[in-house]
């Protein structure tokens, strides 16, 4: 089945999780901007990580036939960070203008802080003048209030609801999402968070309209197979694959082309592979045989 994986960090994966992510069938990424683990401290590091989300990590998945696109953002942790934030704000906008761009996250709460308040409506409005969806970090602290305080933001702002993908859902969050008209995402983890097992409770009772699955695969213990992994256990659990390829592939997809940036189409096969070609004479060989890989 063919896989759209909507959230997932590669700039924190190693090459070998590309080939193993287009073995299970997934053909597109989308990497959406967010925190490295430790806070920067000068606009310059982000310029330099923007430019490695639409340049080198757009290079590399290709090399594996997977196409990958991104989201731009100032995230919401960094939000309350004076030594970055307004600089941020500054460079975004040129970002968004990139081809690969496909939206405007992850923005949203972490902490709830009146800063990141600040910064959310600042991109939300950007969002807008840039006619693009965006993608909102939910936090994993006090999550029904945060999810709460975050629609009461977009509702103030009159935002379109059907260009919002509240992420990093639960059982919970739900049934406060399902009837807003926005898509809800589900973040499925090993061990913590969502798994499996409860996506597929929540598909039997809810459905699968306006909802997607992502594995995150950021730099904590995760899994960039997560989505495959539930595709599985969803069949198992006798979900129709014309439901599962709804969810996994025809939402996220549908979800991201608003922005009118990519064709849809160009993901009927996968991304041209070819491994003599370098980025700024770098590849992915690193002194390999290209007939040999």
Known sequence: MRIFEPHAHM???VTDDYQRMALAGIRGILEPA?????????????VDYYDTLIGWERFRARQFGVHHYCTMALNPREANDDRVNDAVMEILPRYLEKSSVLGVGEIGLDDQTKKEEKYFIAQVELARKHDLPILVHTPHR?????????????????????RVLLDHGNEETIKITRDLGCVSGFSIYPFTKMDEARMVQIVLEYGVERMVVNSAADWGVSDPLMVPKTVVKLRQAGVPDADVERLVWHNPIEFFAQGGRFDPAELDRPADVDMRETFDGNSVLRGQDPDKT
Do not use: E
């Open 34 to 46: 967010f925190w490295l683990g430790q806070n920067r401290t000068s606009v310059g590091s982000f």
């Open 142 to 162: 006090d999550k029904k209030q945060g999810f709460q305080r975050c629609i009461d933001i977009l509702r103030d702002l009159d935002f379109d609801m059907a």
């Open 11 to 13: 700039f924190s994966r």
